[in-house]
């Protein structure tokens, strides 16, 4: 018995062959498109398994590359406003060496104590820098400024509000690199080297240990003055009952009218006023300590005079609790409630009343440092030439120890930028060797792949002319 196709059986193979020919035509097709071998995990499991693994590699790698991008800007931005701050400090230490030249005149300090506060303005500015809404000196606190200006006791003080913190970016899989450095290590570290007075008013360090930062203010008071002459000083009194004084302490006054001179302590000798003078019922004698008495001879007799004048007074940090000098504690506490200084003063040589500038020597920010240097130089306190430059040395130190900070900055910053891009380097040489086992495993070899589009297309070719001769049977194909 022989067994006969039937038509349905016959359509049903030509129509498999077609289905199977036209499929390989099909895929050899997507991958001359798409030049990958792997189209579905279903063609090569091992080979998609691996492809997986390496695509994840690379998008890992790209994560890191396009963060050490964002902190490579901002390491480079950084390093250009430190730069930047840098040369701004160096012109302000060149305006107070032009300040402290002994032939500038009041007129000229006012003009370089105006320099000195631009540039304090373009330091904060630069300290305050911000990219892409980020701060680059305020460590990790980034609701506000890092630096700030308040009023304290009637100066212009700045402070540091950020963190100590170091922002961090994570550029490998356990490597993190710090881009930030506290603007608090910058432009106000605190370097604590120890408190110096400047010693206008003979206020001196006390034995006490000590708690505070930056430039602070010893308010000396003057209180009241009192006069004890010999018989020849009948008809002397102070003028306006001593309220323009700032002795402290016991003083010997001598008027000799025959030299027609007065001393104050060991002063030099100075001219008495003429007879009559509008000086002569309101004379300011003085020493070379700058101790002032205001004496009214308009009732004196000219007789020869000697005698002491004694002043009182009272000392504050925030000119609101005053203590009394008494000329004798070594150790006198002070306290700060609004700045937490703490002060021991010693008050023995305590001469005159003033407001005396101490410095905690290592914690001046270079914007109170300026701010300072200005204020002198425009010497509303009506100081001496020599002892604005006093004051003007007792902070000259903070300036060139600001700018080394400065400095040492720039050259972190430098640093870690340049870490960073040997770092992007090397990921970029690990992504191309990546980009290149990948592209073994996917790509498509083409001529191998058009040889086989060409063999499909040829088969589905002979299948489809097969097919049609296949299905031109009839019934009496079978029919014997």
């Known amino acids: 018995m022989s067994i006969r196709p039937t038509q349905a059986s016959t359509f049903a193979f030509v129509q498999q062959g077609m289905i199977d020919n036209y499929a390989k035509l099909v895929d050899a097709q997507a991958q001359v498109s798409s030049g990958k071998r792997i189209l579905r995990p279903s063609d090569d499991p091992v080979g998609a398994s691996q492809a997986l693994n390496l695509r994840t590699r690379v998008d890992g790698l790209e994560r890191f590359l396009d963060a050490i991008g964002g902190g490579t800007r901002e390491l480079d931005t950084a390093a250009s406003v430190l730069q930047d701050a840098g040369g701004l400090i160096a012109e302000g230490r060149s305006v107070v060496l032009e300040a402290l030249n002994g032939s500038t005149s009041p007129a000229d300090r006012l003009v370089l104590a105006t320099k000195l506060r631009e540039i304090k303005a373009q330091l904060l500015t630069q ?68 408190v110096r007075f400047e010693g206008l008013t003979g206020a001196s360090l006390g034995a006490t240990a000590n708690q505070g930062r930056g430039p602070v203010t010893l308010f000396v008071r003057h209180d009241t003055s009192t006069l004890s002459l010999n018989a020849g000083g009948a008809g ?40 009559g003078s509008p000086n002569y019922s309101n004379f300011a004698l003085t020493n070379d300590q700058g101790d002032l008495v205001h004496l009214d001879l308009s009732a004196w007799g000219g007789t020869a005079t000697t005698g002491t004048v004694v002043g009182t007074g009272s000392m504050s940090l925030d000119r609101s609790a005053w203590t009394p000098v008494d000329l004798v504690s070594t150790d006198v506490e002070l306290v700060d409630a609004t700045t937490n200084t703490v002060l021991h003063v010693d008050v023995t040589g305590i001469h005159r009343s003033g407001d005396e500038l101490v410095s905690f020597e290592g914690t001046v920010n270079i914007f109170d440092a300026l701010e300072s240097i200005a204020a002198t130089l425009e010497n509303q306190a009506g100081l001496s030439t020599s002892e604005q430059d006093t004051r003007v040395r007792l902070l000259f130190g903070e300036i060139d120890r600001n700018h080394d900070n400065v400095v040492a900055a720039l050259s972190t910053v430098g640093s870690r930028s340049a870490r960073l891009k040997d770092l992007e380097e090397h990921y970029a040489d690990a992504g191309i060797e990546l980009q290149t086992q990948l592209s073994r495993i996917e790509d498509a070899d083409y001529s191998q792949v058009v040889l086989d589009m060409m063999r499909a297309e040829q088969t589905l070719q002979a299948t489809q002319s097969l097919g049609s001769r296949l299905m031109q049977t009839s019934l009496l194909n079978f029919l014997r």
Do not use: C, W
């Not at 200006?149 to 963190?163: F, K, L």
């Open 127 to 194: 300290a305050n820098s911000a990219v892409g809404g980020r701060y680059l000196f305020a460590g990790t606190e980034q609701r506000a400024d890092p630096f700030r200006t308040s009023d304290v006791h009637g100066a212009a003080r700045v402070s540091y509000a950020g963190n100590q913190d170091q922002q961090e970016l994570l550029v490998g899989s356990d490597l993190k690199m710090a881009i930030g450095i506290p603007g608090g290590e910058i432009f106000a570290a605190q370097e604590f080297q120890g």
């Open 236 to 275: 002397i009194v102070l003028a306006a009952g001593g309220a323009n004084d700032n002795v402290i302490g016991t003083h010997a006054l001598t008027l000799d009218p025959v030299a027609g001179t007065a001393t104050l302590g060991a002063g030099p000798a100075r001219p008495l006023p003429s007879v």
